[in-house]
Nanobody, 115 residues
Framework: QLRLVESGGGLVQPGNSLTLSCTTS????????VAWYRQAPGKQREWVATAAIGGATRTADSVNGRITFSRDMANNVWYLRIDNLQPDDTATYYC?????????WGQGTQVTVSS
């Protein structure tokens, strides 16, 4: 079974950056890319960015220009750096992957942007 674990969230001041990580393990972990989502209190979960296994990336308009992708291939860790964080970026961030037509999710990591 594929497993995903996010980390790297925390409390940051507006204008600062944060790098989130998503570690995949288990079946198919080296064969999948990941998608990032976030969910703010009282709001629906929204897609943030996608990093495909072949290297292609996409970002949502809400974070466009503020995202840097990287990856530790040896350890199946995907990184998402978000720059110039604003209070509207406050949310729980999740990574997700699809393997053999099934979606898998991590438990989420909380990002709070506040002065």
């Amino acid at each position: 079974q594929l497993r995903l674990v996010e980390s790297g969230g925390g409390l940051v001041q507006p204008g600062n950056s944060l790098t989130l990580s998503c570690t995949t393990s288990g079946s198919g972990s080296s064969r999948v890319g990941v998608a990032w989502y976030r969910q703010a209190p009282g709001k629906q979960r929204e897609w943030v960015a996608t990093a495909a296994i072949g290297g292609a990336t996409r970002t949502a308009d809400s974070v466009n220009g503020r995202i840097t992708f990287s990856r530790d291939m040896a350890n199946n860790v995907w990184y998402l750096r978000i720059d110039n964080l604003q209070p509207d970026d406050t949310a729980t961030y999740y990574c997700s992957a699809v393997y053999k037509s099934q979606s898998y999710w991590g438990q989420g990591t909380q990002v709070t942007v506040s002065s």
